[in-house]
């Protein structure tokens, strides 16, 4: 079993340690709860750019350049996320150089110079620019669905912002945003591989410890999630359609996500999946499908995506439709789910052997206070039963929570023809208990 050590310093800031005796690497990251959602009306992508903005130089590492060779100097290559409500920044180190990591992180979180604001907001803007088409219209189809789960909330605002709100941001926003996130009560160290807690905590301390606490802004939460089937067709020039079909799903600590992560997987986690045998193996229309759930303080969704030719689109929606109307109605047969169960399983004891993953687990948990063991998830899967998905898909892929987004050579036409396969798979649920 491996087991997670915490500490919480003086000023608030937490540390996890997690020690993986048998690994050669380490993982050393600080997450911080902060992401687009918390960016300011106006000045959207501003969590993502005060990211960027951070390799840009600190007080002892004066630029970009200085960052990454101090990395290098202790075998790493830094990295940094940011998405709807968080902001990781991360590296594989050589577990001898722990210490080392976090000044260089620290210096960085702490002490930023606020240089070369110019230069970056040039590279975010052509970031920004691989969302659109020629045409300067979103092609995006995370973001395009994202605004019709969230209407007139910043989760549904793209994370990079726009190109508008992009060129509005200065040194002062940056700043102020800095000051009002970036407290060590907002965040977690996390350290995960061949290291020792003891040694951790200590240097965490030393290193740390100056970091002052700020008072966090009021969070605005989503309050307004009423559903309606809703169809959202962008042309573009293009040899696929892109296809996305998403439901609002639930919260991170709501009991039914284990349920819904195996109905994930059962409709398209992989090659025995039933979207990729129905729509790959048996007609040949797509390469590729995927899913993917999404978690946040007070909301989810779930999301299908694949791409396929202007002339399969109908057929790829019936097939996905249909498919999602029988996890409604039927059990889902024994033998599947628990085929689904072992593979979820192996994929938990597979996480073992990496310091990435328990550096997630363990880290980010502690940051969204939804830190789990792999035990825990293993008796929750193994618990699971077919009636348990069931409901959960009843409740998930209701009609009224749809929201289907297609991009490409749209035909003349189409959106009838979609409109009519929606209101039939509504029909097709509408006798449901």
């Given amino acids: ?57 600190s007080r002892d590492f004066p630029s970009s350049l200085a960052i990454e060779h101090a990395f290098e100097e202790i075998g790493g290559a830094p990295n940094a996320s940011t998405d ?25 979180l702490m002490h930023p110079l606020f240089a070369g604001i110019e230069i970056e907001k040039r590279i975010i803007a052509e970031e920004a620019r691989e969302d659109l088409n020629e045409a300067g219209v979103e092609i995006n189809a995370d973001t395009v669905v994202s605004r019709l789960l969230w209407p007139r909330h910043p989760l549904g605002k793209p994370t990079v912002g726009t190109l508008a709100t992009i060129e509005t941001i200065d ?35 030393k290193i740390f410890g100056e970091w002052q606490q700020q008072e966090l802004p009021p969070l605005k939460l989503v309050t307004d999630q009423r559903g309606a089937p809703t169809i959202r067709l962008i042309r573009d ?9 998403a439901f609002l799903a639930f919260s991170r600590h709501d009991q039914r996500m284990t349920p819904l992560r195996l109905l994930r997987r059962i409709l398209a986690g992989g090659g025995s999946s039933r979207l990729y045998l129905k729509l790959r193996e048996e007609l040949g229309i797509i390469y590729s499908v ?38 409604c109605r039927e059990l889902v047969p024994e033998a599947e789910l628990q085929r689904v169960k072992r593979s979820y399983c192996y994929d938990l004891d597979y996480s073992r052997d990496s310091a990435y993953e328990m550096g997630v687990r363990y880290g980010w948990g502690e940051l969204m206070d939804v830190t789990r063991s792999i035990e825990d998830d ?35 036409g189409m959106k009838k023809r979609l409109t009519e396969l929606v209101d039939g798979y509504r029909s097709s649920l509408s006798l449901l208990s």
């Fill in 1 to 57: 079993m491996i087991t997670p050590y915490m500490h919480t310093m003086p000023n608030g800031l937490r540390i996890v340690c997690v020690e993986m005796p048998h690994l050669h690497s380490a993982e050393l990251a600080v997450y911080l709860n902060v992401g687009g959602r918390n960016d300011p009306h106006g000045k959207e992508g501003l969590s993502h750019f005060l990211e960027h903005i951070l390799f840009r130089g």
């Fill in 171 to 205: 040194q002062s926003d940056l700043q102020r945003h800095q000051q009002r996130y970036y407290s060590p009560t907002n965040a977690v160290v996390t350290v995960a591989g061949p290291v020792r807690h003891e040694e951790v905590f200590a240097a965490a301390q």
């Fill in 378 to 412: 293993y008796r929750e899967i193994c618990a699971s039963t077919a009636q348990q998905l069931r409901e959960t898909a009843r409740t998930v892929f209701a009609p009224d929570s749809l929201k289907l987004v297609a991009v490409g050579p749209l035909k003349n």
């Fill in 84 to 108: 709807a409500d968080s902001t990781c920044f991360y590296s594989r180190l050589h577990p001898d150089n722990i210490r080392r990591g976090m000044e260089i992180l620290a210096s960085m």
């Fill in 237 to 245: 020039s293009d040899s696929q359609i892109t296809l996305q079909l």
């Fill in 290 to 327: 995927e899913a993917a759930v999404g978690t946040y303080r007070e909301t989810g969704c779930i999301a299908i995506d694949l791409s396929t030719s202007p002339d399969t689109l109908l057929q790829a929606v019936a097939v996905t439709l249909e498919e999602l109307s029988t996890v």
